[in-house]
């Protein structure tokens, strides 16, 4: 808890983050935030970002509250520090100012190189008391913006990893079937992730088995994601639905040098995009890849799979949280497919820790939730 915050304004600073989560899926690749508009303790305006583009949480709020000449003097809490540069609309500083707040409270920095601090700085030199709030309420306001804190300071994605498993931690029968390891609930709930997040990505064994639409369905959608493939030698089909989508869905192929030019001109000329990995194994290929995901701006990805791939992210560092359904059923074959199958641990002691692990119930399945890292 910060010292220069009352009970009362970690409160409304919880509801600004609360606020925040509903421009989810709707806003990248700018930041969740919510902003709430106190005086004498009572709420007078409330406002989120809705979607990119649009105006965001703070400039909401003024309105909300009945715009500048309702707001002078008043306390502004914010879930993230105000902008003060100019993109898809005027700095928020300047609304602030202008709308005669006089003290600012916000729980989380902005790691971008165009903010990190400037925004506060600016109010300041308007006079106006801005404070810093740390604890809890900070680290939420940062656990909301994983995707937006990983690309400010890496330039990468950030990375979910989803699987679903038996009991006894295969992912696909000896035979590569693996319809349906997951109930319905847990499926539905995959849909949403991908809703939620830029882009999902696939190997190309699981592209050429399962034929994947990997669109997110039966929920509401503001944008489909970018659907990836990871395809080295360039082996995916004409005729899958991910190419034939392409024109409605974005696709981006990641290949490999020596990846089959004839094939990859068929498929860009169905408007998919190829981009070329490079590295001396397959994790340093997934790092290559994901530095150009994020130049063109994806800033989440969602891994469903394969085996191969999956362990290629993990060896790489590359998997910031997980998210694995255990299902209630046993495959047992010896040759069944683990969730992982990079080059892993030598010994245990070297084994990938989980922190932060959480654990609930989905229907018959459990889905456990480990955050691997924390931007």
């Not at 400010?152 to 990375?159: D, F, I, K, N, S």
């Not at 692990?357 to 939730?369: G, K, M, N, P």
Request: glycine letters at 10%; aromatic letters at 4%; hydrophobic letters at 40%.
């Amino acid at each position: 808890m910060s010292e220069d915050a009352s009970t009362r304004e970690l409160e409304l600073l919880a509801r600004a983050v609360e606020l925040a989560e509903q421009g989810r899926g709707r806003v990248s690749p700018n930041p969740l935030v919510g902003a709430v508009i106190t005086r004498d303790g009572e709420v007078i305006g409330e406002g989120w970002h809705h979607r990119y583009g649009d105006a965001h949480a703070e400039v909401e709020a003024i309105a909300s509250a009945g715009g500048p000449g309702a707001t002078v003097g008043a306390t502004m809490l914010v879930s993230l520090e105000p902008c003060c540069h100019e993109g898809k609309t005027p700095p928020c500083t300047d609304a602030i100012v202008e709308a005669g707040i006089s003290r600012v409270l916000f729980a989380s920095d902005d790691p971008s190189t165009k903010a990190s601090g400037r925004g506060p700085g600016n109010l300041r030199d308007e006079g106006i008391e801005v404070v810093s709030v740390t604890g809890e309420i900070r680290s939420r306001a940062k656990a909301i913006n994983q995707p937006f804190r990983k690309h400010a300071q890496t330039g990468r994605p950030w990375v979910l990893s989803k699987s679903a498993m038996s009991l006894d931690g295969k992912v696909a029968s000896a035979t590569g079937d693996s319809k349906w390891i997951s109930g319905e609930q847990s499926r539905k709930l995959v849909h949403r992730w991908r809703a939620e997040l830029d882009s999902v990505a696939v190997g190309i064994g699981t592209a050429l088995s399962d034929d994947p639409q990997l669109t997110a369905r039966d929920i509401e959608v503001e944008r489909q994601p970018r659907r990836i493939v990871f395809d080295s030698a360039g082996r995916l089909s004409v005729d899958s639905k991910l190419v034939n989508e392409a024109a409605v869905s974005p696709l981006t192929v990641v290949v490999g040098r020596g990846a089959d030019r004839g094939q990859l001109s068929a498929i860009e000329a169905h408007g998919a995009e190829v981009i070329v990995a490079t590295g001396e194994n397959e994790a340093a290929r997934v790092v290559s890849a994901l530095d150009q995901l994020g130049a063109l701006g994806v800033t989440s990805l969602l891994l469903e799979g394969g085996p191969r791939l999956a362990g290629a992210f993990l060896d790489a560092g590359e998997i910031d949280e997980l998210r694995v359904f255990i299902a209630p059923i046993l495959i047992g074959a010896r040759s069944a497919r683990d969730p992982f199958e990079g080059a892993g641990s030598d010994s245990v002691a070297e084994a990938v820790q989980l922190p932060n692990v959480e654990v609930e119930q989905i229907e018959r399945d459990i889905l456990v939730t480990s955050r691997l890292r924390e931007w």
